[in-house]
């Protein structure tokens, strides 16, 4: 082919935005008869998968007059597969491939590992690397990224591990890969300490990195690995990115320290987005800012960004933690008549709000109001609200429509035992509790995490695996005389099994919540906020005795449940005793 021709080839190719474009192309390509060289051929394919103007079933009717595919012609094709919707077709396309007469090479794994990656295909990834290894391309820096990526996200994050550690030469892809596979994967411990040896190592991490990493910060509520972490960002200037800025907003904000999270949120030198003012809104939300949020939504349209489903729901949330029930219905009554019409998790908001404040009959009369089917975390929530102010006749059928959707959750049990139980109901506790035995579901054990010094220690209730744990329970013993001395009586109606007394008391004092804060005590300085982070709702019990400490000791106490933030001070909650 002469370099003229060439010239013109690759100026049509640019010029190619839209199918029209390609067939015109096609045509002359068949009429010049160059459809048959190979360079060319495979740019059309590429054009007709990968480009703007993608079409698949048109690159696959190209591809059926190809007399003699090459490797490139059939990789082409892939490539378009493993990113379309449907990426699992891109497995089925490699072994066909690997069936033909061409040999596959580097990129048509890597290629099909993208697709099993979109997929969360793990046995056919398995199959893959083991062809990898076979036809020797696991020196190929690029193709392993994508197969520990694979790992990570079809969560065999052993697997993955496995694979990084045995690279023989890494890149930046690589450890992002590794770092964003740990924290998307439940392992946010292993990732900050991967995000450390990285920088160890002399690599630079860049803002893909820092993602993975203050995500893992985020879950943990780890602040002082955030604070680095974000020391870095501002240091490399990676903080022009907005999407790297919301990230901060979210990490300060999961941490407890919502003014952090506003500052950053104020002092932004990139454009805000929409899901940066989505994000801070939400900031105010868990940390139970319910005027706040508010306020910041009005700002929001002030400032030109029209707010969306999710900031809508962000602000019923913010109504939902703050108690602000009036404010909450009349927002919702409000989007009904916008342009955003309110969805399921907008009903669920409001449902949740008006159970929590006792109108549990209104919260009924709204889930039979819905224009659609309501779903399971509609009645879940009633079942919750109905529990908490001891509804039986609304909880029993709450329960029963829960059944009816099939749903096998071990909350829902709880709840409904926990109503019986409450009314020492003890044959109604036993049935539902032979009825979670022979459906096999339990009951989600809880925990809680606190940062010192950089570590993140973890406890389960009654925990004795902590290598201070004596010291832990020397101090609660301290904790438990001097609140008792306080005034405090142990709400043991809130232990609902049917045990003795003294019995429900040692299993109150042992919730993983007041094992993390008495370890906080005694190893951390007079006057150091201690941060807790719990993964169920925190207890009525330990909300009580953690606003005790905080004033007999002197000390903030951060508590992030699993739905809102609560800081103690003095005293008092910032919930207000309404979460």
Known sequence: MTSQFQFQLDSLFQRCHSLIHIKQLQAHLITTGKFHFHPSRTKLLELCAISPAAD??????????????????????LRGLAMSPQPTQAISWYRSVSRSPQKVDALTCSFALKGCARALTFSEATQIHSQVLRFGFDADT????????VYAKTGDLDAAQKVFDEMPKRDIASWNAMISGLAQGSRPNEAIALFKRMKEEGWRPNDVTVLGALSACSQLG?????EIVHGYIVDEKLDMNVIVCNAVIDMYSKCGFVDKAYSVFQNMSCTKSLITWNTMIMAFAMNGDGYKALDLLDQMALDGVHPDAVSYLAALCACNHAGLVEEGVRLFDLM???VVKPNMKHYGSVVDLLGRAGRIKEAYDTINSMPMLPDVVLWQSLLGASKTYGNVEMAEMASRKLVEMGSNSCGDFVLLSNVYAARQRWHDVKRVREAMITKDVRKVPGFSYTEIDCKIHKFINGDQSHPNWKEIYAKMDEIKFRIKAYGYTAKTDLVLHDIGEEDKDNALNYHSEKLAVAYGL???????????????????DCHTVIKIISNIYNRE??????????RFKGGVCSCRDYW
């Not at 780890?222 to 955030?226: D, E, N, V």
């Open 336 to 338: 009904k008549g916008s």
């Open 222 to 226: 780890a602040l002082k690995q955030g």
């Open 557 to 566: 106490i951060i508590v992030r449940d699993r739905a809102r933030f609560h």
């Open 522 to 540: 005694i190893s951390t300085v007079n006057g150091t906020p201690i941060q807790v982070i719990k993964n169920l709702r925190i207890c009525g």
């Open 142 to 149: 690029l193709l392993v990224t994508t197969l520990l990526d």
């Open 56 to 77: 698949l079933s048109f690159a696959a009717q190209i591809f059926r007059r190809i007399q003699n595919p090459s490797t490139n012609d059939w990789n082409a094709v």
